[in-house]
Antibody, heavy 119, light 110 residues
Framework: QVQLVQSGAEVKKPGASVKVSCKAS????????ISWVRQAPGQGLEWMGW????????NYAQKLQGRVTMTTDTSTSTAYMELRSLRSDDTAVYYC????????????WGQGTLVTVSS | QSVLTQPPSVSAAPGQKVTISCSGS????????VSWYQQLPGTAPKLLIY???KRPSGIPDRFSGSKSGTSATLGITGLQTGDEADYYC???????????FGGGTKLTVL
């Protein structure tokens, strides 16, 4: 069965960076992309970007351009999302989700990783 | 402010039917497929509807989706207390070159 298992909760100070991992299993990793979506406390869903696990092509949300980097390690079927220059409003649950194409919906989601940014 | 507009909340009695609307524009709903997600408290979103009106395997036919012009609708019949959740619509926005979501609708089953 398809599973996406994310790394554990993180607490970071403003200005620091965080790297969240998402380990995939149960399917051919390179046949799909991975979207990253975040959800601030009590708020809605915000799309952060998408990466092709086939060729590493990325597409980032404009508001995060320059601060976010998405990568994959095909040898371990793991996707990563790094966010730099963290601010308090980056506090959120970060989800990875399988998405075949950039515009595709996500049928499988990770369990979420809470990132708290606080001084 | 979300690109897609949903009502903040809807409610209905067990066994009844409810609809949740999602309004957008020609750059998103008007020219792209719509999907719907259910998010139970404290859990990750779950895909309910994709490509406007298709259900993934395992999603009961109590859930339905439709699209007309720049609006989409999620319908839920035979409401159960377990349907209490937040529901989000989503689609691609060709002008923003980004995936966009509605602000979410909280369903209460009275």
């Amino acid at each position: 069965q398809v599973q996406l298992v994310q790394s554990g909760a993180e607490v970071k100070k403003p200005g620091a960076s965080v790297k969240v991992s998402c380990k995939a299993s149960g399917y051919t990793f390179t046949s799909y992309g991975i979207s990253w979506v975040r959800q601030a406390p009590g708020q809605g869903l915000e799309w952060m970007g998408w990466i092709s696990a086939y060729n590493g092509n990325t597409n980032y949300a404009q508001k995060l351009q320059g601060r976010v980097t998405m990568t994959t390690d095909t040898s371990t079927s793991t996707a990563y999302m790094e966010l730099r220059s963290l601010r308090s409003d980056d506090t959120a649950v970060y989800y990875c989700a399988r998405a075949p194409l950039l515009v595709s919906p996500s049928g499988y989601w990770g369990q979420g990783t809470l990132v708290t940014v606080s001084s | 402010q979300s690109v897609l507009t949903q009502p903040p909340s809807v409610s209905a009695a067990p066994g009844q039917k409810v609809t949740i609307s999602c309004s957008g524009s020609s750059s998103n709903i008007g020219n792209n497929y719509v999907s719907w997600y259910q998010q139970l408290p404290g859990t990750a979103p779950k895909l309910l509807i994709y490509d406007n009106n298709k259900r993934p395997s395992g999603i009961p036919d109590r859930f339905s989706g439709s699209k007309s012009g720049t609006s989409a609708t999620l319908g839920i019949t035979g409401l159960q207390t377990g349907d209490e959740a937040d529901y989000y619509c989503g689609t691609w926005d060709s002008s923003l070159s980004a995936k966009v979501f509605g602000g979410g609708t909280k369903l209460t089953v009275l």
